[in-house]
Each structure stands twice: as C-alpha cells, then as structure tokens.
Nanobody, 122 residues
Framework: QVQLVESGGGLVQAGDSLRLSCAVS????????MGWFRQAPGKEREFVAA????????SYTNSVKGRFAISRDNAKNTVWLQMNSLKPEDTAVYYC???????????????WGQGTQVTVSS
C-alpha cells in the first residue's frame, strides 16, 4: 500500500502552464506505474497520462498529446504532470494513482490521491 499526495493545482488563464506533483510514500516507488486522471463536474473520471516504473513507457490521452508531459524521479518518490497551453476544457480535479501494471484503465489502479483542482479560465 502506498500513500499519494497531489499538489500544484490552481486557477490559471487559457494558454498558461501548471505543474502538478504527486508525492508517494510507502512501498518501493519504482515498483509502480503511475497515472494521472481527471474528473470534470458531471463527467466520469478519465485517463490523462501514465508512466512505467522505470520511466521508459509513457502514454497520453489524445487531447493532451503535445501539451502535457508526465515524468518521475524514483529517488524523490515523485511523479509530475507538466501541463502547457492549458485550455478551459482541461478544468477538472486531477488525481494521481499507482498501479502494478502499465495501464490506462482506472480500475487497474488501486491507490489514489485526494486530487487537486485545476481551473482554466478563458
């Protein structure tokens, strides 16, 4: 079991950038693939990006490709989501999650953070 704490959310204007952080404590961080998900009001939680334990595999949903970048530092037990060229439709609560699998599927992740709000104004 691991504990995850997200930070870095906020209110920004369209075109701005934000970097979300997820600090992980507990078992060996490098054993876990890490994912970022988001949930907008009235919508289901959706996959945003994921990275393997070694960092050699990454995956992005199409709507963020070229704008967002996921990275991790296993020595710091931290995963980041760099978000550039933000759009109003990126507004959501962003969650980080840990899984034993390199996967985009929310149900494959069994450890979740509490979420951080990202609001992008037009």
């Amino acid at each position: 079991q691991v504990q995850l704490v997200e930070s870095g959310g906020g209110l920004v204007q369209a075109g701005d950038s934000l970097r979300l952080s997820c600090a992980v404590s507990g078992r060996t961080f490098s054993n876990y693939a890490m994912g970022w998900f988001r949930q907008a009001p009235g919508k289901e939680r959706e996959f945003v990006a994921a990275i393997s334990g070694s960092g050699t595999w990454t995956s992005y949903t199409n709507s963020v490709k070229g704008r967002f970048a996921i990275s991790r530092d296993n020595a710091k037990n931290t995963v980041w989501l760099q978000m550039n060229s933000l759009k109003p439709e990126d507004t959501a609560v962003y969650y980080c999650a840990a899984s034993y699998y390199n996967t985009r599927i929310p149900s494959d992740y069994n450890n979740w953070g509490q979420g951080t709000q990202v609001t992008v104004s037009s």
